[in-house]
């Protein structure tokens, strides 16, 4: 692809192996282009620096980070990162390419979106920003426009262009980074921003999905700055009526102007999400506020039900005026003191037996509790939820999964439903996340041998095979690759299930200098080549209608579509002997070798007499007319 002078990156090729397309996005930091990896042929994504920002090593320095940040990151709801480099003047990285719209696209057309769709992206957001924070890795720019709805049905956060160590919360001294509609008041009042930072952030997008517009709004951006940082966030059912409850506490608690009082990560927020989903959302629920910084549980109690006392009617004493009635009335009395003494007693004896039981049965000893189900569950999630049961963790072993994260927890044993008791602790299992395994050696062995290794040693075969031709044996495989293009060779371990693509070969070009050209042309073309034998020329050496050469790309293998080019014989160039009888020598001879011949000259009259005594040429070996091939001899004989 040429160069485009609109824009010298397009048709670029970069660190000879992306082919960069058209420019798909720009941003304040970076463009965007549609590559294709021309090792894995595959289609990428490439940011580029832009170029009057790459004289600031800041600016260079934060880019090269972001490569350095999302390639920590393996997580199906975050934009991977394949590659990273500086090529001359451009500072790139390579990308997975995502057919897709974004949050903001959504967000433009619809205006606000369904309490229940605006659930399923803060799950599939949270999930990917939980493995960030879980990484040390702080976004700090999230917003709609980085947000990527996949034409597939995948939600993924991309843009790590300021992303940070999460530890690293001290301030830029520079002007404020991130779009200052999401900015946390922290970051606005002392540039400062951690994982809390980032939860901010998506409360006020899970307050512009439910609502269709953004809780604070100005004519400048200082305003805007203003009000986050002086503000309450309003609920979201006071501008779009009809919000659950539960949406408008989530995110009341993530947008709490004080950090201590949001969730402390992507993966507390994300526990409560479940937690509103097994509940129901539409479920009405009274929410007390935080008393302090330190106490950040949120309390939820059921509305109490109102009954009302039955009193009994009041007992009546006749009284005759004799005065028995007063006397009866006095005992009674005297008697139900004595009674009701009795009785208290007896209830207070019951009730320290009940709690003395109910201690034994429930707290105590003799109580028992069921292990909850935690599978899935960040580590310090299931520990918060056995303690919830009362149990303690005894024992914390990790082993691999796939399909679970590294740091989730897997299960328990005993296993969940258990019931134990209360004195009993459990062992949690937690994931250590997927294996590194080494890799197996298949270059220089058949095909099927190489799949068998790859198998054996719990990896998968790519199902698009590079096929080349190469000099050795058909079906023999060169090399294998990684998912990120690293030959094998040069690797000693690779994530488990990783598909490994192979180059195998075709064997030799069948064809080659010398050859018939029709027979040549027809080999090739069975192969899948294409043929260029357009050339001709003339040969001595090489018979009419063979091939003089053969030629095709040689930095790069051939492979089926390529085009091999070569150059027919048109067998040996023919000239005419021209007629020299008659003519002087040195004249004969000067034609003779005009006409691309050779003379052989036979005469008894010395060279210096030639233009003296006016000897000519008596006869020539070759008869005048005659076409012979350039180069061929002709006798003259000037004999007297």
């Known amino acids: ?76 709801n975050v934009v991977n990162t394949y590659d990273q480099g500086e090529d001359g003047d451009l500072a790139w990285l390579v990308m997975e390419l995502v057919p897709s719209i974004t949050l903001r696209d959504l967000l433009g057309e619809r205006g606000r979106i369904t309490p229940e769709q605006s659930l399923d992206v803060l799950e599939a957001v949270l999930a990917g920003l939980a493995a960030a924070h879980r990484a040390g890795i702080v976004h700090r720019d999230l917003k709609p426009e980085n947000i990527l709805l996949a034409h597939d049905g995948r939600i993924k956060i991309g843009d790590f262009g300021l992303a940070r160590a999460a530890h690293a919360n001290t301030a830029t001294g520079k002007a404020l980074l991130g779009t200052i509609a999401y900015l946390s008041p922290e970051l606005v009042t002392r540039g400062v921003a951690d994982t809390r930072s980032d939860i901010y952030a998506v409360g006020i997008m899970l307050f512009e999905m439910l609502t269709g517009a953004q809780p604070f709004t100005g004519d400048e951006p200082m305003q805007i700055a203003y009000q986050h940082a002086n503000d309450d966030v309003p609920l979201p059912s006071s501008k779009a009526p009809g919000i659950p409850e539960a949406l408008d506490s989530l995110v009341h608690w993530a947008t709490q102007r004080e950090p201590n009082l949001r969730p402390a990560d992507a993966g507390e927020m994300l526990a409560e999400l479940h937690a509103i989903r097994e509940r129901g959302i539409d479920t009405p629920t009274t929410v007390l506020p935080s008393v302090s910084e330190d106490d950040r549980t949120t309390t939820i109690i059921e509305r109490p039900s109102k009954r009302r006392a039955v009193i009994p009617e009041p007992e009546v004493v006749h009284d005759a005026g004799d005065g028995a009635a007063t006397v009866a009335l006095s005992r009674r009395v005297t008697v139900r003191r004595r009674r009701g003494v009795l009785w208290l007693g007896l209830v207070l004896l019951g009730a320290l037996l009940a709690a003395g039981v109910g ?24 520990v918060e939820l056995l303690a919830a049961q009362g149990i303690e963790v005894a024992e914390r072993v990790t082993e691999p999964h796939y399909d679970v994260p590294a740091g989730a927890a897997l299960r328990t044993d005993p296993p969940a439903g258990t019931e134990i008791g209360n004195r009993d602790a459990v062992q949690l299992v937690i994931s250590s996340g997927r294996r590194s395994l080494p890799v197996p050696e298949v270059a220089g062995i058949p095909l099927e041998q190489a799949r068998a290794a790859i198998e054996e040693a719990e990896f998968r075969v790519a199902d698009d095979v590079d096929e080349v031709f190469d000099a050795r044996d058909a079906g023999t495989v060169l090399e294998g690759f990684a998912p990120d293009g690293t030959a094998l060779s040069e690797l000693d371990e690779l994530e488990e299930r990783s598909p490994i693509r192979l180059r195998v070969s075709l064997g030799p070009v069948p064809a080659e200098a010398g050859q018939v050209a029709t027979d040549a042309r027809a080999a090739l073309e069975e192969a899948g080549l294409r043929v260029d034998f357009s050339a001709e020329e003339h040969s001595s050496d090489v ?66 007499l030639w233009s003296l005594t006016g000897a000519n040429i008596v006869s020539q070996g070759t008869e005048a007319g005659t076409e012979v091939e350039v180069g061929s001899t002709v006798v003259l004989d000037a004999t007297f």
């Open 1 to 76: 692809m040429p160069v485009d002078p609109r824009d010298p990156v397009i048709g670029r090729l970069i660190d000879r192996r992306y082919e960069v397309g058209d420019r798909i996005a720009r941003g304040g930091m970076a463009s965007v282009y549609e590559a294709v990896d021309r090792r894995l042929d595959r289609k990428v994504a490439v940011k580029v620096m832009h170029p009057h920002l790459g004289d600031d090593p800041d600016f260079r320095e934060r880019f090269i980070q972001e490569a350095r940040a999302a390639a920590r990151l393996a997580h199906p």
């Open 359 to 382: 201690w034994w049965f429930n707290g105590g000893p003799g109580g028992v509790s069921t292990v909850p189900e935690v599978a899935g569950e960040p580590e310090a999630v299931a």
């Open 543 to 608: 018979e009419q209608g063979r091939l003089i050469s053969l030629a095709w790309p040689t930095d790069r293998y051939l492979r089926p579509g390529d085009t091999v080019t070569g150059v027919v014989s048109l067998g040996p160039r023919l000239v005419a002997v021209p007629d020299v009888v008659g003519l002087p020598i040195q004249e004969a001879l000067d034609t003779i070798r005009e006409a691309e011949l050779e003379p052989d000259l036979q005469t008894n009259v010395p060279e210096a």
